[in-house]
Every structure is written in C-alpha cells, then in structure tokens.
C-alpha cells in the first residue's frame, strides 16, 4: 500500500521507497528508514502537502512524494 492510502491517525511500517537518489538520501536523513514506523497526522488546509510522523519528527510530503512511499500495516 502507498503511504497517501493511510487514513489520519493510522499507522504503518514504511517497506520501500521508490523515489530518485538524492530524495531517498533525504528522507532517510529525516526518519524514513525501511522498517521504522510512520503515522499519518494531518493535511494542510487545501489537502497537500501531508503532515506525518516518524522517528520522532514531524514531517511535511508533497502527496507526489508520498505516493512513491510503500508501507505496511
């Protein structure tokens, strides 16, 4: 499943990041490592970007972005 199928408040287990090089080196810098947990908290007023949280960080995704995240409940 894609990390933009997560309802607010869900959870799940990021599995794959399919994203460029240098964006994946980004994300995992942030937190999203294969394997550690994500939650879903909210959107921004106009529905993007996507607010979550994972290793303890707050982190705002272009949905265009979340949707090349796989994750698992």
């Known amino acids: 499943m894609k ?3 997560l309802k607010r408040g869900e ?3 990021i599995t794959a990041i399919n994203l460029d ?3 994946v080196g980004e994300l995992i810098s942030l937190g999203f490592s294969i394997g550690n947990e994500i939650v879903f908290e909210r959107n921004a ?3 993007d970007p996507q607010q979550y949280f994972v ?3 707050y ?3 272009r949905a265009s972005e979340a949707k090349d995240i ?3 409940k």
């Open 11 to 13: 959870s799940a287990i």
């Open 3 to 5: 990390l933009t199928d």
């Open 21 to 23: 090089d240098k964006s």
């Open 55 to 57: 290793a303890g960080n």
């Open 70 to 72: 796989e994750v698992s």
């Open 45 to 47: 007023p106009l529905g």
């Open 59 to 61: 982190i705002a995704l």
